[in-house]
């Protein structure tokens, strides 16, 4: 597939100030079961063209905060740790020039180095993930830097987080949270606590990094993504819990990871695409527009 230098069919060239720059990371090293996430960008960017530019929910055309999509980063032949460097540092580039950094993914380790850019940034950085899986294993697969291991990693550098939709973990990765978890927000404790988006914003205090594993949606809404695992979050729940979190915090960068492109299911990396737009939406959602269309 082509890399469509656009996100959302619409030119930011014109635009007075671009605000965001899309950063496609097409790392695969660590796959354990079935592969593609190489296309995931790709395959998101491509998507995005079909995806209407002016947004039903906001009523806005977030494209006008000017995003810019840049070439996909080489990294085909690199070592997990080379490969996180030239994220990091091309995340850190865009912090600053003042840019909001969205990482496509590519396996969810690359979240180590565009957390690890942002966290360099902004002191008492809290990581938001939303996933089907803990990714708090010390190692997995024989690497440090598996997708098992990215929220382990981000622990190691001292940073806290919050965990959602989660349904799916190890012995070992339960042990390691201790008898309490409360910033572990299950599907099944989503539904029995329905306070539960006010309970994840009121445990952040400083700037947010968005992590979104595709995964943590429900299958029938994301089929496209390596382990697909029943009992998933809807699209409703999903925006729900982005649109308070723009709305009550400072998220200073984001990623979409996982996204594993699969004959039929289209509508996966549209809905992949879209939800990245929504979310650039809540981010931007005060940020004046510089045309108007009747
Ligand atoms: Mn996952």
């Known amino acids: 597939m082509s890399h469509s230098m656009r996100f959302i069919d619409e030119d930011p060239a014109g635009l007075p100030e671009k605000r965001v720059a899309i950063i496609s990371a097409p790392l695969a090293n660590t796959v354990s079961w079935v592969g593609g996430t190489e296309q995931g960008p790709a395959a998101l960017l491509a998507a995005s063209l079909a995806v209407e530019a002016l947004d039903d929910e906001l009523l806005r055309e977030t494209w006008q905060v000017g995003i810019e999509v840049r070439e996909p980063l080489e990294l085909d032949g690199l070592s997990s740790d080379a490969a996180l460097q030239r994220i990091c540092e091309a995340v850190r580039q865009e912090l600053r020039q003042g840019r909001f950094p969205v990482v496509l993914g590519g396996e969810h380790t690359v979240t180590v180095a565009a957390v690890a850019a942002c966290a360099s940034q902004f002191a008492g950085l809290h990581v938001l993930q939303v996933d089907a899986h803990l990714d708090l294993r010390e190692s997995y697969g024989g690497s440090s830097l598996s997708h098992a291991c990215v ?20 012995p070992g990765e339960l042990e390691f949270l201790g008898p309490d978890r409360p910033g572990v927000f299950t599907t099944e404790r989503i539904r029995r606590e329905l306070d539960w988006v006010e309970q994840v914003c009121a445990r952040i205090a400083g700037p947010v990094y968005l992590t979104l594993d595709v995964d943590g949606f429900d299958p029938a809404v994301m089929p496209a993504t390596g382990t697909p695992e029943p009992d998933g979050l809807s699209w409703p729940q999903v925006t729900s819990l982005f649109r308070a979190l723009a709305a009550r915090h400072r998220i200073v960068g984001m990623d979409v990871v996982e ?36």
């Open 151 to 170: 929220m382990r990693r981000l622990h190691d550098l001292g940073l806290s987080f919050t965990q959602v939709g989660i349904r799916s973990f190890s």
């Open 259 to 294: 996204l594993a492109p699969c004959p039929g299911a289209h509508h996966a990396v549209f809905t992949a695409a879209k939800i990245l737009y929504r979310t650039l939406g809540y981010i931007f959602k005060d940020t004046p527009l510089p045309i108007h269309r009747g």
